[in-house]
């Protein structure tokens, strides 16, 4: 049984628990920073850190009783859900509950049936409230007082083993399970904040403010990564150039709002025609690039006629009505003597402007990728 003095070594202890979780937030903020392309994976990584965070609090438990523990690992799993979704909650159930578990004890069911119970909150909770919510600290104030109860599966054990633990141990979990929530959820409220303005102000340095496509400096740093792949792993890979044919007249006859229109039309044109993998960047001005990795030049050619066909044969509405325009599009691909990714551009540009000077409306490639000539019988 529990003395009264002990209370204020079970609180000093429980507060050494809040204060290990603060640490979390490091962990959480370089989660959801280095992962940021691969959901799946991320919510793994956060179910783990979760996970480890209820485990690492159980390592600041108080024995206030033969095989029973105080401790607050329900703060991480109570808040998994509400800032890792429910594959993390679920997965931080299973780690702390298999931890409580290892433990033993005669306290081993009530502590399970808590760590559910505090998991299950917090999924109920992020079900209920909109994700909005949850980028500020009002629904913590609803998560708190009731992550909390979980304090009360402590009455699974016999009544005169339970009353006195929860009178002078339970009381000080739910009271530090209450404010563990309230300050780690903060805390992992703000962090999160600062990770999407990093995001947004990422986004915004890397794409074209009208079209939402990639920018020329996305583009570059995308097209390095690309071609050292490929010559690492030997595998091909194309680029087209391609240029809005008499684009100017459009600006002078219709306006800019009417440039601007096409523009907008002909990225979704692209967006639609092309592979996820495929990256279509606006180059500048009129000018449009499409990477294609794991592309030999003959499918890239074959993609750059569909384009072509595709631009032809849309219309662009604007103020009541329809445009037209066709695209010049030149096709190069990694070769011998163009295995850099300025040599590749420069290859790319030389048979665009091959394809304008031919007319226009239509698509060449760079001459060392053209099949020879057939030699005349002698």
Same mark, same amino acid.
């Given at each position: 049984m529990v003395e009264p003095d002990a209370t204020a070594a079970i609180m000093t202890a429980l507060a050494g628990g809040v204060g290990l979780l603060a640490l979390m937030t490091l962990g959480y903020g370089t989660v959801l920073c280095r992962l940021d392309d691969r959901p799946l994976l991320r919510r793994i990584c956060l179910g783990l850190l979760f996970g480890a965070g209820g485990v690492a609090a159980m390592l600041q438990s108080v024995p206030v009783a033969p095989g029973v523990y105080l401790d607050v690992k329900a703060v991480p799993v109570a808040l998994a859900a509400p800032f890792g979704g429910t594959l993390a909650a679920m997965l931080a159930a299973v780690i702390v509950a298999s931890g409580r578990i290892a433990i033993g004890g005669t306290g081993m069911l009530p502590g399970v049936a808590g760590i559910?119970?505090?998991g299950g909150i917090g999924?109920? $909770?992020?079900?209920? *409230? #909109?994700?909005?919510?949850?980028?500020?600290?009002?629904?913590? /104030?609803?998560?708190?007082?009731? =992550?909390?109860?979980?304090?009360?599966?402590?009455?699974?054990?016999?009544?005169?083993?339970?009353?006195?633990?929860?009178?002078?141990?339970?009381?000080?979990?739910?009271?530090?399970?209450?404010a563990g929530v309230l300050m780690l959820g903060t805390m992992l409220a703000r962090e999160r904040r600062r990770v999407d303005t990093e995001r947004v102000l990422r986004d915004a340095a890397l794409s074209d403010p009208l079209t939402g496509l990639a920018n020329r400096r996305a583009f570059f740093g995308a097209?390095?990564?690309?071609?050292?792949?490929? $010559?690492?792993?030997? *595998? #091909?890979?194309?680029?087209?150039?391609?240029?809005?044919?008499? /684009?100017?007249?459009?600006?002078? =006859?219709?306006?800019?709002d009417a440039g601007d229109a096409v523009l907008v039309a002909l990225s979704r044109v692209l967006l639609r025609g092309v592979r996820q993998s495929d990256l279509v960047a606006r180059f500048g001005g009129e000018e449009f690039a499409i990477l294609l990795p794991c592309t030999p030049v003959e499918g890239a050619f074959l993609l750059a006629e569909r384009l072509r066909c595709a631009v032809r044969d849309s219309g662009i509405e604007h103020d009541g009505t329809v445009l037209h325009?066709?695209?010049?599009?030149?096709?190069?691909?990694?070769?011998?003597?163009?295995?850099?990714?300025?040599?590749?551009?420069?290859?790319?540009?030389?048979?665009?402007?091959?394809?304008?000077?031919?007319?226009?409306?239509?698509?060449?490639?760079?001459?060392?990728?053209c099949p020879p000539e057939p030699v005349p019988a002698v």
């Open positions: 559910l119970l505090a999924l109920l $909770l992020v079900w209920l *409230t #909109p994700a909005v919510e949850w980028r500020g600290a009002r629904p913590l /104030f609803l998560l708190a007082p009731v =992550a909390s109860l979980h304090t009360l599966s402590i009455f699974v054990l016999p009544w005169s083993m339970a009353l006195p633990a929860f009178i002078h141990g339970g009381l000080p979990v739910a009271l530090f399970t209450a097209i390095d990564r690309e071609v050292a792949g490929a $010559l690492r792993q030997h *595998t #091909p890979m194309s680029l087209l150039m391609l240029d809005i044919d008499h /684009f100017k007249e459009v600006n002078d =006859a219709r306006g800019h325009v066709t695209v010049s599009i030149g096709v190069s691909s990694l070769t011998r003597n163009a295995d850099r990714p300025d040599s590749l551009i420069k290859a790319a540009d030389i048979a665009l402007y091959r394809a304008k000077s031919d007319g226009r409306d239509r698509v060449c490639r760079d001459h060392a990728l």
